[in-house]
């Protein structure tokens, strides 16, 4: 339940948008006041695409730092906002770029295969990008004489592994949030519930998927939520995907797996920070123009591929 200043600040920043011709661009992990007042809530896909559709001169980037830097990457010509620079992806900052640069110069007929969530500098010296919901389209594409590296999450890369029986070389990441459930408490929740249907995203270790009846991006989950039969689900990851699933199905119960699936640097963007941010045109997100170029083509490579019908 929202209280009222909540109420107050959330009308201000709707007459502050129109006012500024800002975009309010937010993350399904988003907490749940931001989303209803975002302008487009998505997955990291659906945001980039987003971002570089809308007519907006600013946007503001309500999620982690490598999601506001996809959007200056594509959007040269806008300007683009952080609430809180700070807010940004452990996973993402485990990669070391000089890895990736040694292992280009010690493999150079290999494809680089880098999941968004990587700092632009990794994405420059990448061949392609790729999220949770196209992933499996991006690699399926690559010849498969083609050794691949895929960066930076093992259980991602895994799970697309094992899905297109393809050997991939996995950079060695994760996910902290989507590691917060045991295969010990889903048994526990589906003993509960043995009518549930288990929905796992697939940054989750391979124990915790192997239990999963669906498995897929953070729109990949909402979708299955609302198509599928089942009346009672069991949502294993980021709790923000919550709010969405209650909008889209109400009718039915959906139970997050565990209340400590929460990302803190998701929830560290609050409606003040939008606020102040909106108001004096701050945190700016810039990235070096030869970095942009080179990340760029990663990024549009996968728009490309993503958009192919592969029948
Ligand atoms: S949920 Fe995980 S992958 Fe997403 S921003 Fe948070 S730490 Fe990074």
């Not at 485990?94 to 493999?107: A, G, L, N």
């Not at 902290?176 to 288990?198: F, G, N, S, V």
């Not at 923000?240 to 959906?254: L, N, R, T, V």
Request: charged share 25%; with cysteine; proline share 5%.
């Amino acid at each position: 339940m929202l209280d009222s200043g909540s109420r107050r600040l959330m009308d201000e920043i709707i007459d502050l948008k129109k006012q500024k011709d800002v975009f309010l661009l937010a993350h399904y992990y988003q907490r749940p006041e931001i989303q209803m007042i975002a302008d487009y809530v998505g997955d990291s896909y659906a945001m980039a695409l987003a971002a570089r559709d809308c007519s907006q001169s600013t946007i503001l980037v309500a999620g982690v730092d490598f999601m506001a830097e996809t959007a200056a990457i594509l959007c040269p010509d806008k300007t683009v906002l952080t609430p809180e620079p700070l807010a940004t992806c452990p996973m993402a900052n485990k990669v070391v770029i000089e890895d990736i640069i040694k292992y280009r110069q010690e493999h150079p007929d290999a494809v680089i295969v880098s999941y968004v969530n990587t700092p632009a500098e990794v994405k420059a010296v990448s061949d392609v990008c790729c999220t949770s919901s196209n992933a499996a389209k991006i690699v399926a594409q690559i010849s498969p004489d083609r050794q691949i590296l895929f960066v930076p999450d093992q259980h991602l890369g895994s799970y697309i592994a094992e899905k297109l029986g393809r050997n991939m070389e996995l950079y060695s990441s994760e996910c902290p949030t989507h590691q917060r459930i045991t295969a010990e408490q889903l048994d526990q929740l589906k003993e509960q519930y043995p009518e549930a249907a288990i929905l796992v995203h697939p940054e989750c270790p391979k124990e915790i998927r192997d239990k999963a009846d669906f498995i897929g991006s953070t729109s990949g989950i909402i979708d299955y939520a609302v198509k599928s039969p089942y009346q009672v689900l069991i949502i294993v990851t980021e709790s923000g995907i919550m709010h969405s699933i209650s909008e889209k199905c109400p009718e039915k119960k959906a139970i997050l797996a565990s209340e400590e699936l929460i990302c803190p640097n998701m929830k560290s963007i609050t409606l003040e920070k939008i606020h102040y941010s909106i108001l004096n045109n701050e945190t700016l997100v810039e990235v070096p123009e030869d970095t942009r170029i080179k990340s760029l083509s990663a990024l549009e490579k996968m728009i490309d591929w993503t958009s192919r019908d592969t029948g």
